[in-house]
């Protein structure tokens, strides 16, 4: 299984951008799949989530109502669409896929395959 993320780069706050994760090797839309972000020196945290073979989505809190996780399924890619940025989401964007449904969704644990990451930097 390979996860390819793609879409980062540099936005002003209040911005938009979109992230891509192109999958192989696996369907994204029989796995549970997410995106994580981090920041140097601080742990990986969750993003959005999305269940397998439907369209319920997970949010935390600090990007639920600007962000939107969803899936392409017939590119067989996952998506991430950012809007009303702030500083604050400057980090290393992550995908991730799992097999099975995990109701400690919002875990790093839960996935078993990750993408490589793309630099989102945010700036007033």
């Known amino acids: 299984v390979q996860l390819q993320a793609s879409g980062g780069g540099l936005a002003q706050t209040g911005g938009s951008l979109r992230l891509s994760c192109a999958a192989s090797g696996r369907t994204i839309s029989t796995n549970s799949i997410a995106w994580f972000r981090q920041t140097p020196g601080k742990e990986r945290e969750f993003v959005a989530a999305?269940?397998?073979?439907?369209?319920?989505?997970y949010y935390s809190e600090s990007v639920k109502g600007r962000f939107t996780i969803s899936r392409d399924n017939a590119k067989n890619t996952l998506i991430l669409q950012m809007s009303s940025l702030k500083r604050d989401d400057t980090a290393v964007y992550y995908c991730?896929?799992?097999?099975?449904?995990?109701?400690?969704?919002?875990?790093?644990?839960?996935?078993?395959?990750w993408g490589q990451g793309t630099l989102v930097t945010v700036s007033s």
């Open positions: 999305i269940r397998p073979y439907g369209t319920r989505a």
């Open positions: 991730a896929m799992g097999i099975n449904w995990n109701v400690q969704y919002y875990s790093p644990s839960s996935y078993s395959n």
